[in-house]
T-cell receptor, first 112, second 114 residues
Framework: AQSVTQLGSHVSVSEGALVLLRCNYS??????LFWYVQYPNQGLQLLLK??????LVKGINGFEAEFKKSETSFHLTKPSAHMSDAAEYFC??????????FGTGTRLLVSP | DAGVTQSPTHLIKTRGQQVTLRCSPK?????VSWYQQALGQGPQFIFQ???????QRGNFPDRFSGHQFPNYSSELNVNALLLGDSALYLC?????????????FGSGTRLTVV
């Protein structure tokens, strides 16, 4: 079975500061990993995905994530936070054939 | 290129009633999955449809059923609604067994059961 753990239900940063959202996964097969963002009252938008090519994945809006097999991690980072980054972020894992399994989400708060 | 379209956007139903939610997948996708997202939670997988058949199912009771049509669109039906069924219902489309190409989500249907 696959699972995802997101450490920290809330993360607060100042505008311009580094954003780091943590995700650890468990999978018995090589995983596909995804980060999605959800703005209030909206659906999920794909930020980036890891599908066994480069371990450092660049996504939209300046976000990137690094797949570290030894640490079973796929943390999401952005060098400089913007007010518009405030949202809920979900990490998800899939084996490519089955369903997406989501973490519980991390709410990013950005203060001026 | 149209993405995933869901209807209606909001719905209010009474306990015990039945509801049908609809989803049109992204152009070129052949698989539709449904997820339930309760307030403050991550999405939970309900089931997946491909070639008009349910291929996988999550841990949801039989009150939740679905259908896929020849044009790949899909419906989610929930019978005997409970207050706990209140949630955002998300539809995701993809290519069957090719998850590496990604899953595209719709904006969801917000169901409130009173």
């Amino acid at each position: 079975a696959q699972s995802v753990t997101q450490l920290g239900s809330h993360v607060s940063v100042s505008e311009g500061a580094l954003v780091l959202l943590r995700c650890n996964y468990s999978s018995s097969v090589p995983p596909y990993l995804f980060w999605y963002v959800q703005y209030p009252n909206q659906g999920l938008q794909l930020l980036l995905k890891y599908t066994s090519a480069a371990t450092l994945v660049k996504g939209i809006n300046g976000f990137e994530a690094e797949f570290k097999k030894s640490e079973t991690s796929f943390h999401l980072t952005k060098p400089s936070a913007h007010m518009s980054d405030a949202a809920e972020y979900f990490c998800a894992v899939s084996d490519g054939f089955q369903k997406l399994v989501f973490g519980t989400g991390t709410r990013l708060l950005v203060s001026p | 290129d149209a993405g995933v379209t869901q209807s209606p956007t909001h719905l209010i139903k009474t306990r015990g009633q039945q509801v049908t939610l609809r989803c049109s997948p992204k152009s070129g996708h052949d698989t539709v999955s449904w997820y339930q997202q309760a307030l403050g939670q991550g999405p939970q997988f309900i089931f997946q449809y491909y070639e008009e058949e349910e291929r996988q199912r999550g841990n949801f009771p039989d009150r939740f059923s679905g259908h896929q049509f020849p044009n790949y669109s899909s419906e989610l039906n929930v019978n005997a609604l409970l207050l706990g069924d209140s949630a955002l219902y998300l539809c995701a489309s993809s290519l069957y067994r090719q998850g590496e190409y990604g899953y595209t989500f719709g904006s969801g249907t917000r169901l409130t059961v009173v």
